[in-house]
């Protein structure tokens, strides 16, 4: 019998190891371009995929290991601590677990993606429907500043403290869990008090904000369980502060520069950001109407006194009647935002589109290849795509494409 080498030992030398649980094709595609393009120093830096290189551990890799998810999910159930601890490295890292945001980047596979797109210090990256701010997390995680730009209050609340959670003081964070029975007692009202959304003089609104993220947090919770709200509200509200503590424990040790961020509440189709200063754009749209944002977030954005039909008006995705109108209307928004996209980024800066196709849902009209028409009419030029399987029995959409453009204005 001949012997057998397994894929990895051909692509990469032995004393270059890929982090557990990089199994997936798209995976090692991004794993050989940061092992043919990173020099050694940025490898151990930058990349997303490495464990060590010639024997050092990467920062990613020492970073994900003092988190110590253990600690974090003593009190989860034995599903929530399984689910975390199998995105040990891909998706629940940092701060990017704070709320299981539906549709979020794969976090681990953005930090790649800016490695591809050569993003710098001193670049500013995009993403102008951010949702959850996965890519500015990633984004401040390796010292680049960030704007994220959504429609949603809900998503800008979201984006605010998972950035500022990156680079905070722990020990007012402290303040917050010894104040836990007095902050649940303000909070526990219809709808959130002016105090968590005003008062932010005395500097002390983005760690309340920490306490209303884990409150929201703990309302899905509730509705989803057999457990009340003030049962639930004080395992989050430590789930929150440990992840955010241990995660500074790392910053510290690592020496890790944490990037600037800006969150805007906006809408893509006309962003307020002046012309030609956006080194690079990552996003992805709402595919379709494959989720509506609205409905799903409906109690969050009641609670933040938001009336949530008003919103829907802008959003996109929602609009229209019927597969063909509501089809048309998802575009003729997205050629808004690629024609801002190509007003606001910098001449052959790259701007990376992720979306999948639920070919069944737009009657056999395929979205990557209407959004490569729609970029190519704004000047972008088309350089490659990668597939992204999507796993999971329910799901009718089986991948994902990472379509990626250059502005070639
Ligand atoms: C697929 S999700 C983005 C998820 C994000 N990549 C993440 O990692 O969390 C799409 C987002 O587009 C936002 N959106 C919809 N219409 C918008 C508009 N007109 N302007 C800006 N954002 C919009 C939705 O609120 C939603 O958060």
């Known amino acids: ?191 959130v008090p002016d105090y968590f959304i005003k008062n932010s003089k005395d500097g002390s609104k983005p760690y309340y904000e920490v306490a209303l993220l884990a409150y929201l947090d703990a309302m899905g919770f509730a509705r989803r369980s057999s457990k009340s709200l003030d049962v639930l509200f004080p395992v989050v509200l430590n789930r929150y502060v440990t992840t955010i503590q241990n995660f500074q424990t790392a910053r510290e040790k690592l020496d890790i520069q944490i990037g600037k961020s800006k969150i805007i509440e906006d809408s893509a189709l006309n962003l307020s950001l002046e012309d030609g200063k956006i080194d690079g754009v990552i996003t992805s749209p709402p595919y379709s109407f494959a989720i509506d944002y609205v409905d799903n977030d409906k109690p969050q954005l009641e609670y933040l006194g938001h009336e949530p039909y008003k919103l829907k008006e802008n959003m996109i995705g929602l609009q229209g009647r019927g597969i063909s109108e509501k089809l048309e209307l998802y575009f003729s928004m997205l050629d808004k935002v690629f024609k801002e996209l190509a007003r606001v980024t910098k001449k052959e800066s790259k701007t990376i589109f992720i979306v999948g196709t639920n070919d069944i849902q737009t009657k056999g009209v395929r979205l990557e290849t209407k959004i490569k028409e729609l970029a190519e009419k704004q000047k972008f030029k088309f350089l490659f795509e990668i597939l992204k399987p999507i796993k999971g029995l329910q799901n009718t959409m089986k991948e994902e494409y990472i379509l990626i453009f250059e502005n070639n204005k």
Not at 5 to 16: A, E, G, Q, W
Not at 34 to 56: C, H, M, P, T
Not at 114 to 123: P, S, T
Request: proline letters at 4%; one cysteine or more; a positive charge.
């Open 1 to 191: 019998m001949q012997s057998f080498k397994p894929i990895t030992k051909k692509l990469f030398p032995t004393d270059y190891q890929l982090i557990d649980g990089t199994d997936e094709i798209f995976e090692l595609n991004l794993a050989l371009w940061e092992y043919e393009n990173l020099n050694k120093e940025d490898l151990i830096k930058r990349s997303a995929y490495f464990k060590s290189v010639e024997g050092k551990p990467t920062i990613h890799y020492q970073a994900c290991n003092l988190q110590n998810l253990e600690e974090i999910h003593r009190n989860s159930s034995l599903r929530t601590k399984a689910f975390f601890l199998n995105g040990k490295y891909s998706t629940g890292y940092a701060t990017h677990s704070l709320f299981p945001y539906r549709g979020k980047f794969h976090p681990q596979m953005i930090r790649a993606l800016l490695n591809m797109m050569d993003i710098k210090r001193g670049d500013i990256v995009l993403d102008p429907m951010s949702g959850s701010a996965t890519l500015s997390v990633e984004a401040n995680l390796l010292g680049i500043d960030s704007i994220a730009v959504d429609i949603s209050p809900f998503c800008c609340l979201m984006g605010r403290v998972k950035t500022f959670a990156l680079n905070l003081d722990s020990k007012k964070l402290n303040q917050i869990t010894k104040n836990q029975e007095k902050i649940f007692e303000r909070l526990n009202k219809p709808k």
